[in-house]
Every structure is written in structure tokens, then in C-alpha cells.
């Protein structure tokens, strides 16, 4: 469905506001199923600030993310889908911090009104936020090119959150989930690429299952918040892998001064990725896609058990990949822990394309 080039019905957007603005706001932002209460929310939609109650003992995490038609979705996309991909982005990143969502305001613009999309991207977030208990409360809606910004709140015990700068020698680098879907999803939605000409797929067409695992991956990534609140306490650090595997690791090391390895054998790879993509590509998808919003952290080789275990029992998986070591930047390990130059083999037109 194309949100521009469909008739507006009727152009609300016009300013000075007309009344029927604030319909929009009260028809597809202020209900019951997005703006419900919470404890805390002392006041949401309707007035000029929301009023929220942070309790003495727990910080307030924010983090904001811009998603912008043509570059971070495509424009035609399901309202939904774009919705629900908005708000798991931003959850993801408090699961990074450990925090537990809380609410979140919406910057919305639009290039005209379109009640078809509006109810199909209000019915998208309503999922997500009904799921995480993180209501709306507030935001901002404008007439221009199509853009999403959202920036949600989430609740940490004081000094708990788990930051980028806690890695320490000895510990080990966990990744949850699978890596390289998000960036594989691109190619199976036929949409481009960062990686270059040589990342394609390795089958023609990839089934049906195979092709909507990846849209589910791209526009339904399911943040790590159970896993961070209920595992969250054993990692000394951890990040949302939103840029792929190195660049995001390496801010985990920059962070805390220290170097880490990782075993490129130990990768874990979803079974779509393993049918519809050569070994190559799936690591370059790992390494240098992006998109995956799963979770990179590191523990204290004391705690592994535990926080395995944890994973289990929620039954997320998470994949002990490499460990952290004195020094700095990343150095990759190949079968039988040998290690592979970075500036050789496969790595080399690796790093020309990113
Ligand atoms: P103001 O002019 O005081 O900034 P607005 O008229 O823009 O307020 O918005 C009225 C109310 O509707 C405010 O409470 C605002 O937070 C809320 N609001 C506006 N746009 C959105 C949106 N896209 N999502 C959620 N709430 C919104
Ligand atoms: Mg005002």
C-alpha cells in the first residue's frame, strides 16, 4: 500500500490545525488500546507534557530512534509492520540497558492524512505496547515526508543498568538469538543492500516459509527484554546489535579498554539463513548487516552457568561466541581456534563494503 501517492481523505494536515487534527490524535493515538494506564503514568495524551512518576530507587533509561521512508523502511510497507518494527527497535535498546519499558511519545510525520494507514499503523504499535505494558503518552504529529520518531522510557534499578563499559578480561561474549537475518531479509524482500553485489541469496527464490521468517525478522524483531530482565543482573555489559556483530562488539571494547575473540565457527545462524544464503555471505551478514536487534553482552566465566541456564528456562537461545581478553580490537578465530586475519581472505572485501 503506497502512503503518498493514495488520495488523502480527507488532508487534515493543513495549518493552522483544524479540529479534525486532534481527531486524528484521539481516533488513532489516545485509546484505550495504546494510551492505557499505567502505574506511574500520572498523565498521558491531552495535555501539553505528560506527567510521570519515576520512584526514588530506579533511574529513567531513555533512547530514541528516527526511522525515515525509503532509508529504514521501505515507503509501500504494511502501516503495521512499520509500526511494530519502530517500537521493537527502541525496546531493543532498553533491553541493552536492562530496563524494564515504561512509556514512550511519538513523533509522527506524514505526508498526508490517510485514516486507512493510521489504523493500521496505531493497530501495530498497540501490540507491542500491550505486550511490554508501555502505553503512549504523548507526541507530536506534522505534515512532510513519512518519518517515525520514538522515543521510549524505561525504568532501571539505580546504578543496575548494564552499560557498554562493564566488559572485563576473562569474561565471555554471549550474542541471543540468531545473527545475519535482518541483513538477509533485505535480499529476500528484494530490498538493497549495504554489503555490496557479491551479498546475494544462494537460491533463486526462497520458499515461503523461508520468506516470511525474513519479513517476520526485518519488520517484527522481538527485543530482548525477558532475557535482559531476567538474566540482565550477570552481564557485565551488553549492547543491541544494530549495525551487525563487529561495529557493535567493537563499541562493547572501546568502552571498556579491553580486546575481545570471536570463534566465527560458534556464530549462530537461523535454519532460513543456513538454506538461502552461502556460508560467506551469512557471516558477512553477521559481521557487517545490521538489524538484528538480538542482544550482545558479556559475562563473568562464573556466572556462564547461571545465566545459561536463565536463557533455558525462558527458552531464548544464547550462544557463547568468543571471550574477552587484554588489549584492544577484535581478533577472529577459524576452525581450531586458528586465527584469521582480518585484513586477509574473506575479510578483505568484508571491510571495502562497509
Ligand atoms: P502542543 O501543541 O501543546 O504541543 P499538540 O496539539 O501537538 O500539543 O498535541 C496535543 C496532545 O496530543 C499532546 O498531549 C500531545 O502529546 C499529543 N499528541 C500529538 N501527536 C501525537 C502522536 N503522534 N502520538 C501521541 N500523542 C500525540
Ligand atoms: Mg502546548
Redesign the pocket.
Known sequence: MAVVDQAPVPDVMHKP?SHS??E??RRF??TPNL?FPREGIEL???????LLQVPPNKNLAMSMDVLISGIHFPLDADPSLIANRALAVNLSDLAAMGAEPYCF????VLPHSDEKWLAGFSGGLEHLARQYNCP??????SRGPLSISIQVQGLVDNNRATRRSGANVGDKIYVSGTLGDGAIALLALGLDSHLGSEFSLAVSEPSAACRQYFEDAYFKPQPQIGLASAAGKLFSSAIDISDGLQGDLQHILDASEVAGNIRLGAIPYSKSAMCCVSPENRLRAALFGGDDYELCFTVAEKDCVEAESIAKALGVSITCIGDINAGEGIDYLGTDDSPVEATEQAFQHFSATT
Open positions: 490545525r487534527e486532534f486524528i490524535i493515538f489516545a494510551s498521558g495524551i491531552g495535555d501539553d507534557a505528560a511519545t511519538l513523533g509522527l503512549l503518552v504523548g507526541g507530536d504529529t
